[in-house]
């Protein structure tokens, strides 16, 4: 039995209301049949991916339609239902997108994660979010990548181990390249090989042209994990046999990296982040008493760096979103469970704590969408 309440617009002009209230499913669909395809498609394309996912069971047909890789796309396209989304020890939680941040902010745990941590010491590290799909670190050298909407998950297999490569990451990264229509994951090891994973061939492949190390040598553990942007993942070095920081952008569809500019001088280098479309970075020196977040206003062109917000006191966070259009959402980056909320206009900035987590968390935005991890299998 079927509850289906479903609005379009826009269609030749036209709204249309279809409303059954408790139909068998040959009814639901012998409504539905009578429509022109199109416009089931239109329909369907707006709804969450929760109704989808039950919708999948009205037949077989359906079931196709909602499967099939254009209807994802076309999905992904409208999708609205976005979430701030925290890893935490042992499970993953998510925030409203219409929470007002007047006061403390309460994570609601995922009511499905295939990852049991058994509240272990090594936190779940999300290491990108990209069209609704989580690239997931819930032990050392073990990766997955999640759908919290859908609820599916695949584990990535190991990398390969040729003589001389170490298994100390430097940094790594997930994110997609719609020219070929593939998501990546990238691992940073030792130069100048860096290991790419493809969810669209399932497969490893080394990758030479790595001539980077750590901003400074004080650094411990991998770096902040890559910024997904324009099919490239983003993040910040020094140039290996140099001192300067540059940003290294790694092109997903070529697999290859380029060297970008970075707005001003920096001794521990920058966290990057996304916001509105444009790169940007915060420099991560701890000795600074204030902390500019500089925007690339033109991306790639090292003349369009913008400062526009100032952060004191100096604590180094991770830039995240734009919250209501207005005010910059970041993630502290020490042993806190608290997000920040900056006014770029005059710098200002309140501190929330997240209730629910008990433990340093990563944190990150993402989207509802149909997106399979298991990718190679649909494409």
């Known amino acids: 039995m079927y509850n289906l309440l479903i609005y379009a617009s826009g269609i030749c002009g036209k709204k249309i209301y279809i409303y059954t209230r408790m139909h068998t499913r040959a009814t639901l669909q012998l409504k539905m049949s009578n429509l022109p395809r199109e416009l089931i498609v239109d329909i369907l394309s707006r709804l969450p991916v929760k109704s989808l996912c039950r919708f999948k069971c009205v037949s077989k047909p359906w079931r196709t339609l909602i499967s099939h890789p254009d209807f994802v796309k076309t999905h992904l396209h409208r999708a609205q239902f976005k979430r701030l989304i925290l890893?935490?020890?042992?499970?993953?939680?998510?925030?409203?997108?219409?929470?007002?941040?007047?006061?403390?902010?309460?994570?609601?745990?995922?009511?499905?994660?295939?990852?049991?941590?058994?509240?272990?010491?090594?936190?779940?590290?999300?290491?990108?979010?990209?069209?609704?799909?989580?690239?997931?670190?819930?032990?050392?050298?073990?990766?997955?990548?999640?759908?919290?909407?859908?609820?599916?998950?695949?584990r990535i297999p190991d990398a390969p181990t040729p003589y001389g490569f170490d298994h100390a990451i430097l940094a790594h990264g997930?994110?997609?390249?719609?020219?070929?229509?593939?998501?990546?994951?990238?691992?940073?090891?030792?130069?100048?090989?860096?290991?790419?994973?493809?969810?669209?061939?399932?497969?490893?492949?080394?990758?030479?042209?790595?001539?980077?190390?750590?901003?400074?040598?004080?650094?411990?553990?991998?770096?902040?994990?890559?910024?997904?942007?324009?099919?490239?993942?983003h993040w910040v070095f020094k140039l290996c046999g140099g001192n300067e920081c540059v940003i290294a952008a790694f092109d997903l569809e070529t697999d290859t990296f380029r060297d970008m500019p970075v707005p001003a001088i920096s001794v521990s280098g920058f966290s990057t982040g996304f916001l509105k479309g444009c790169l940007c970075l915060m420099d991560r020196d701890f000795g600074l008493r204030r902390r500019d977040i500089w925007v690339m206003k033109e991306y790639g062109v090292g003349k369009s760096w913008t400062k526009i917000l100032v952060v004191d006191p100096c604590y180094v966070v991770k830039p995240l979103c734009l919250w209501k259009n207005s005010k910059i959402l970041m993630a502290i980056d020490r042993n806190e469970n608290e997000l920040v909320l900056c006014n770029p206009k005059d710098g200002t900035c309140k501190n929330f704590e997240v209730v629910g987590i008990s433990f340093r968390f990563y944190a990150d935005t993402y989207v509802e969408s149909l997106v399979s991890p298991k990718f190679s299998a649909i494409v």
Do not use: R
């Open 87 to 154: 890893a935490s020890n042992d499970s993953l939680y998510s925030i409203d997108h219409e929470t007002s941040f007047e006061n403390d902010v309460v994570a609601v745990a995922l009511d499905y994660f295939p990852l049991d941590q058994n509240h272990q010491s090594y936190p779940i590290e999300m290491i990108g979010s990209c069209n609704g799909l989580l690239c997931l670190k819930p032990q050392p050298n073990t990766f997955f990548v999640f759908n919290p909407a859908t609820h599916e998950s695949a």
């Open 174 to 233: 997930f994110g997609y390249a719609p020219s070929i229509d593939d998501y990546k994951l990238v691992k940073a090891v030792n130069a100048p090989l860096v290991a790419v994973f493809s969810l669209k061939t399932s497969a490893w492949k080394l990758v030479e042209g790595f001539h980077y190390k750590k901003p400074t040598e004080l650094w411990e553990g991998p770096l902040p994990c890559g910024t997904h942007l324009n099919g490239a993942l």
